[in-house]
């Protein structure tokens, strides 16, 4: 099999709620997707998606996705794309860094191999661990009073984990998480996510006004020396998200006993195929995972579902399903939530039928 064509299609993303909102006041009310098609001469093609968190979130952003992709797709032309490993190794010698550039590209790869050989993708990522798995609401950051009523309503909905989006003052924050608390019991999981936002002393002041509470903190500052500085000060579970961008900087952390877990962003680290060795990697340490991706629709949540799918059950921790926060559907076939959980498809590869119509007319088409 060879890569014969690559087609890439933007998408708005609108939400449900009208937005969502983050740490240092950064918003997005409508998202941009970039899905991929990687066509080949055995008549098969693949999808992938990159959907960045904005400009402002991590150094990634959509325009700069297709940018990238133009640029990477004529060297990939030819290429056998079920040969994932050397896949990688060609991607990442035509193009230096950017990850996210790649990411969809190597999902529809596995997309493809998964076509190819008649399996889905969960399988050639190790297997399915279990029937679904729950599934983690992220709460946009607002008042303590909004964000109290919004994990009120998602628990009734059926979940049971609700990342508190924090970051901002943290007087404020301190409201924000007792608040939250107030509404689950012990079934219930709540993460306080800065995503960066504080410095050292106030992430610390938060972590000692929540001390008796039941909560993780997840990513309180900017760097990996600063969040290290905060573990080494509270007792509460700690989890590392930004920061951990690929093997040497887990491997570090590991060593440094600096989290109890992490986040894996699909994109962030480069595609499924470096998401998979991340989560190898935990899983010999015994570090929980939460298993997704910087945003994305139909496509996206397929992909953090069969990675999902295919980790044991012991070891994750959370996994989010990006397409139930958006308006617009892009793929028939995408996995959906009920009752809080999610399922990985059954159908060989991501088991995804892009909607043509969402699509719309490809913004660049490279061929031979």
Known sequence: MRITGIR???VDL????????????NRVEVFDTTVVAVETDAGLTGHGEVCPLGPAYLPAYATGARTGIAELAPHLL????TELLAMD?????????????????DVACWDLLGQASGQPVCTLLGGRFGEDFPLYRAISQDTPEAMAASVARYRDEGYTTFQLKVGGDPDTDIERIHAAAAELDRRHTLIADANTGWLPHQALRVAAA?????VYIEQPCMSYEECLT????????????EVIDGVPILLRALADGAMDGINIKISKVG?????????????EAGIAMTIEDSWGGDIATAAIAHLAHSTPAEWRFSVTDFNSYVTVPIAEGAPRREAGRL???????LGVHPIEAALGEPVSITRR
């Open 210 to 214: 929540v001390r008796e509470l039941d």
């Open 14 to 25: 609108p939400l449900h709620e009208g937005g969502y909102s983050w740490s240092d006041g």
């Open 230 to 241: 905060v573990r080494r000060h509270t007792d509460r579970p700690f989890i590392l998200d």
């Open 78 to 81: 030819g290429s056998d794309p």
């Open 89 to 105: 190794r060609l991607m990442h010698r035509a193009l230096r860094g950017h990850p996210y550039v790649k990411s969809a590209i």
């Open 271 to 283: 595609g499924l195929t470096r998401a998979r060795r991340l989560r190898d990697l935990c899983l």
């Open 343 to 349: 399922a990985a498809g059954t159908d060989a590869g």
């Open 8 to 10: 890439v299609h933007q």
